[in-house]
């Protein structure tokens, strides 16, 4: 089970950070993928993080502008989201991915498993 938590307002220029609690998940390595879904658009990867290595991989529209992480304790990744864009608001959606070492979001086939979403809108 993924719970998200996080979303939210903030003008151009400003942070918010995303919270994705695991549950249930036994495995040593999977993959936690961020991604979102702009009003009438398709859903698209921002970057994900591998629970195995502890390595992360980000979209180029957000490199440089969002960290993934992790909190080992509390089984939670976040998505630190700096120098926000008006183009960043949408509904972010985390999901993990059980059967690779290495994540990836191109492409979200091998997500199985999804949190609900939350809401990040950006404007001035």
């Known amino acids: 089970q993924l719970v998200e938590s996080g979303g939210g307002s903030a003008q151009p220029g400003g942070s918010l950070t995303l919270s994705c609690a695991a549950s249930g998940i036994t495995r040593d390595y999977y993959g936690i993928g961020w991604f979102h879904q702009a009003p009438g658009k398709e859903r698209v990867g921002v970057g994900c993080?591998?629970?195995?290595?502890?390595?992360?991989y980000y979209a180029d529209s957000v490199k440089g502008r969002f960290t993934i992480f992790r909190d080992n304790a509390k089984n939670t990744v976040y998505l630190q989201m700096n120098n926000l864009r008006p183009e960043d608001t949408a509904v972010y959606y985390c999901?993990?991915?059980?059967?690779?070492?290495?994540?990836?979001?191109?492409?979200?086939?091998?997500?199985?498993?999804w949190g609900q979403g939350t809401e990040v809108t950006v404007s001035s």
């Open positions: 999901a993990a991915d059980l059967s690779s070492y290495k994540c990836s979001v191109v492409g979200d086939f091998l997500y199985k498993f």
């Open positions: 993080f591998s629970i195995g290595d502890g390595s992360s």
